[in-house]
């Protein structure tokens, strides 16, 4: 996962260390590397064919980056330099595996590096300070790439780890500004982060960074959780065939105090970014929990509820236990309890996506996959997964009309679905040219606008006194 850092936050941390600049920089060679140690993991750096460990060299600080960038006049930048997923890795090879990974990619750096000064300034993180760069600093950042690219031998097994890298230039006749290109390169690393990764970006003005208004936004959504100022939304699946209500999917409002009403899509991306989806998908299932107990006890909507999981939590290694709990804890049924997980979450680890959606089923819950299309599915795998449903991402359905690559797209995941024997759900119906077409492909069940848009749990109540939605 991507962790944000603030140059401002991570030197306030770890400036007490106090190491002066001269001890902490050094000029290195393929043929002499040190280690980078922290005070919490010792990473044994072991030089290629030598069988032999160097003196190690403490973790330097963004301080005294800062200090040595104002003493090298000459320097032309800064890149930094982030191992992609290395907390995956982590997880899945172990951290001793994970400390060979940072040492081998300190010495490939160091190599690559020659006369530059070089430090790691965070767990997978490391800086590089450029002199003479300028005019090649795109070919330069693309050999960087490839280099820290190559296979990786971690102790009797290889892996190969991307890497993301954010650059900064000083300008032309100024004098370095180690604040300035450690800020911007930090920005440009963020951003080849948000474009997937694997790639490296150069700052320019203009370039998205973390303003002042997100991170407010991030303590807000935080209050609003503890707060209760989040609401729960209801939007109906409906089978065409019976013409009847088959499924509730749930959805979130944020009623802010003083915005009013926000909607997901201004949330939900600042929830990925900080991590706080984690605590914000809980609220959202424990509460839609509730919700149908208390309609079940009141003897009306007999359906399944369907509620969303994000990525970060679906890759969380507890969450089946914790959906489970939550189960456990507000008396529903696991059997009403429909979980939306996106393709893309699913085939990013097929075998413990397999793991983990065997054990949700095995105990009632049914799982669909969300976004079905815009993904990278490997077929042969989706039949070994206990799946019950395909929802079509709406951008296909949204177009087909008028495009016809988005119509045979949809035709052919309604048929692969129908030959898996799987439901498939059309999202985002927003008209009856849409549902015409959908029709005449065999799709059953529909979902959007042209049914219903979100409802409030009291509208859907109404509805159901009305006799106006049918289960």
């Known amino acids: 996962m991507v962790q944000d850092r603030s140059c401002a936050d991570v ?19 393929s043929r002499q590397v040190g280690t980078t140690v922290d005070g919490r993991r010792d990473v044994p750096l072991r030089i290629r064919n030598s069988g032999r460990c160097e003196q190690p060299v403490r973790r330097r600080t963004v301080a005294d980056m800062r200090q040595t960038a104002f003493d090298l006049a000459d320097a032309d930048g800064v890149m930094v330099i982030d191992i992609d997923r290395f907390q995956d ?18 010495e490939r750096i160091a190599a690559v590096a020659g006369p530059d000064g070089w430090c790691r300034t965070g767990d997978d993180e490391f800086m590089v300070v450029c002199r003479r760069c300028r005019g090649d600093l795109a070919a330069r950042l693309e050999a960087i790439r490839l280099a820290l690219g190559e296979p990786y031998e971690l102790g009797g097994s290889t892996i190969c780890a991307a890497v993301s890298i954010g650059a900064s230039l000083r300008r032309s006749g100024e004098a370095c500004d180690a604040d300035r290109l450690i800020h911007e390169a930090s920005v440009a690393l963020k951003h080849a982060k948000r474009m997937g990764g694997n790639r490296w970006h150069i700052y320019e003005p203009g370039m998205p960074c973390a303003r002042k208004e997100q991170l ?13 100022q989040l609401e729960l939304y209801y939007q109906p699946r409906l089978d065409l065939a019976t013409g009847k209500v088959i499924c509730l999917e749930v959805l979130v409002r944020w009623n802010h105090p003083t915005r009013g009403l926000v909607m997901p899509r201004e949330f939900i991306p600042v929830a990925e970014e900080s991590g706080l989806i984690l605590e914000l998908g809980e609220w959202v299932l424990r509460r839609a929990c509730e919700q149908k107990r208390a309609w079940s006890e009141l003897g009306i909507l007999p359906v399944r509820i ?126 009856v040219g849409q549902l015409e077409l959908l029709r005449k492909a065999s799709c059953t069940t529909i979902q959007g606008f042209l049914l219903s848009p979100p409802l409030k749990a009291g509208e859907i109540e109404r509805l159901v006194r009305e006799e106006k939605l049918v289960c």
């Open 11 to 29: 030197c306030q941390r770890q400036a007490a260390a106090g190491w002066r600049a001269e001890e902490l920089m050094r000029r290195v060679d």
């Open 89 to 106: 890795i982590n997880l899945a090879c172990g951290r001793t595996a994970g400390d060979r990974l940072l040492a081998g990619v300190a």
């Open 216 to 228: 407010e936004l991030v303590y807000e959504l935080r209050q609003a959780i503890r707060l209760n």
């Open 306 to 431: 369907s509620v969303n999981v994000s990525p970060l939590q679906f890759r969380d290694a507890g969450f089946a236990d914790r959906v489970l709990g939550i189960l456990r804890e507000t008396g529903m049924q696991p059997g009403l309890l429909e979980l939306e997980i996106t393709e893309t979450s699913v085939m990013e680890d097929v075998d413990r996506a397999l793991e983990m959606i065997t054990a949700l089923n095995m105990n009632g819950c049914t799982i669909s996959i969300d976004d079905f299309g815009i993904g990278h599915s490997s077929l042969q795998r989706l039949k070994l997964l206990p799946v019950k449903c395909l929802k079509i991402d709406r951008s296909f359905v949204r177009n087909m009309a008028k495009d016809q690559h988005d119509l045979a797209i949809t035709n052919a995941i309604i048929h692969l679905g129908r030959s898996l024997n799987l439901q498939v759900v059309a999202e985002g119906v927003e008209d």
